[in-house]
């Protein structure tokens, strides 16, 4: 597992994606976040916007990244 560290209160799921290099573009987070392909702390989410947090983790193709 990845570690994350954000200095802002919180991060968008398609931005983490693109910061975390699991995708290559914000298009590609887009399509994989609507395709049901992420999950966010074991559950499926589609919304692109939702704000991660401290503690929060994300798996997209078996690789999984934890917010600090």
């Known amino acids: ?4 560290k954000i200095e802002t209160e919180f991060i968008k ?8 290099n699991l995708v290559s573009s914000g298009g590609e987070a887009k399509i994989r976040i609507a395709e049901g392909e992420v999950l966010v702390n074991g559950e499926i989410c589609t919304m692109r916007g939702k704000k991660l947090r401290s503690g929060d983790t994300v798996e997209l193709d078996g690789a999984k990244v934890c917010i600090k």
Do not use: S, V, Y
């Not at 799921?13 to 975390?20: G, I, P, V």
């Open 13 to 20: 799921l398609d931005a983490l994606l693109k910061f975390a």
């Open 1 to 4: 597992m990845t570690e994350i």
